[in-house]
Nanobody
Framework: QVQLVESGGDLVQAGGSLRLSCVAS????????MGWYRQAPGKQRELVAG???????IYGDSVKDRFTISRDNAKNTVYLQMNSLKPDDTAIYYC???????????????WGQGTQVTVSS
């Protein structure tokens, strides 16, 4: 059974940092692109950051230069380092895996349950 389990979400003040982790099981992890997505109340789910099988990365415009995605294939884990957090970063953050090359959330293969990130002003 495929499972993606996120952790690391918390309440943090603006300007602070968090590191999210997502541990995958039931897949050959190195064969999948991994992504972090977020969804805030009243908004569509959006791509925060993605990382390819080769380690190439992509970031949403709103988080570029503040967030960093990385993966450790030996641990079946993808990370999201979040710095200089803003209240607008408040959302549920989801981990996602896909074998095919798309970042569109409609076409991702697997999703975690999400972890809440709340940034206070």
């Amino acid at each position: 059974q495929v499972q993606l389990v996120e952790s690391g979400g918390d309440l943090v003040q603006a300007g602070g940092s968090l590191r999210l982790s997502c541990v995958a099981s039931g897949i050959i992890f190195s064969r999948y692109t991994m992504g972090w997505y977020r969804q805030a109340p009243g908004k569509q789910r959006e791509l925060v950051a993605g990382i390819s099988r080769a380690g190439n990365t992509i970031y949403g415009d709103s988080v570029k230069d503040r967030f960093t995605i990385s993966r450790d294939n030996a641990k079946n884990t993808v990370y999201l380092q979040m710095n200089s957090l803003k209240p607008d970063d408040t959302a549920i953050y989801y981990c996602s895996a896909a074998a095919a090359g798309t970042w569109d959330p409609k076409y991702r293969d697997y999703w975690g349950q999400g972890t809440q990130v709340t940034v206070s002003s």
